[in-house]
């Protein structure tokens, strides 16, 4: 009987209140303003509302976005429960992959940010900015040939991305490649503007 009146009592709320979208709408406003807190609450109304009415797309974004305000706190690890929970309903989401990976490397797990970076590339095979963060990754954990490779599919993507030639650079270097073919990777990012290969350049190519 108890659990009978709660459900009554919530379902009239939802009849009488907001609904799951126009409390997800509020979080977004809030987020956009920074008041994360707020809109951690504005998205859990949202969720709540949207499991009792079976809105699984609310249901999914609403976890996704919490996920994104916490890790605006710096609740890592909180955002990247409420992205596991946002997978289990709606797994095709490339973007919710690769904000779990980020949160990973911010506690410094970046074996799993690669797993979760790579499950964001089998969906979506044409995005250089996830082989670019795993680049990265790779580079961080010492895989340098699989960096370079990252870095390559990058520039296949998008031949703008300067900052695929300095993950290359200082990965050839450490592979033992000539000063040349260091040296030129870096220039190649200059002539785009980036900043890391100015760097590398005046470090390494003096």
């Known amino acids: 009987m108890k659990v009978k009146f709660i459900t009554i009592f919530l ?3 939802c009849s009488f209140g907001q609904s799951p979208e126009q409390y997800f709408k509020e979080g977004k406003m809030q987020f956009d303003s920074a008041n994360y807190k707020d809109a951690i609450i504005s998205y ?3 969720y709540d509302l949207s499991v009792i009415k079976k809105n699984k797309k ?4 609403s976890l996704a976005s919490r996920g994104l305000a916490k890790s605006e706190i710096k609740d890592f690890k909180g955002a990247i429960e409420d992205y596991d929970k946002s997978l289990l309903i709606e797994s095709n989401n490339p973007n919710v992959y690769f904000l779990k990976s980020i949160c990973l490397v911010e506690i410094s797990d970046y074996e799993k940010a690669i797993i979760t970076i ?3 590339l089998e969906l979506d095979k044409v995005n250089g900015l996830y082989f670019l963060f795993r680049a990265g990754l790779k580079e961080n954990i010492n895989d340098f ?3 370079i490779i990252d870095c390559l599919d990058v520039i296949k993507i998008d031949q703008k ?3 695929a030639y300095a993950i ?3 990965c050839k270097q450490k592979l033992g490649y000539s000063k040349f073919e260091v040296c030129l990777d870096f220039k190649n990012g200059i002539d785009l503007g980036d900043q890391e290969c100015k760097e590398g350049f005046k470090k ?3």
């Open 11 to 13: 379902v009239s709320i």
């Open 44 to 46: 859990t109304n949202s």
């Open 58 to 61: 609310i249901e999914s974004k």
């Open 118 to 120: 790579t499950k964001a």
């Open 145 to 147: 040939k699989g960096a």
């Open 161 to 163: 991305e300067g900052n």
């Open 168 to 170: 290359m650079g200082r």
């Open 204 to 206: 390494n190519c003096r």
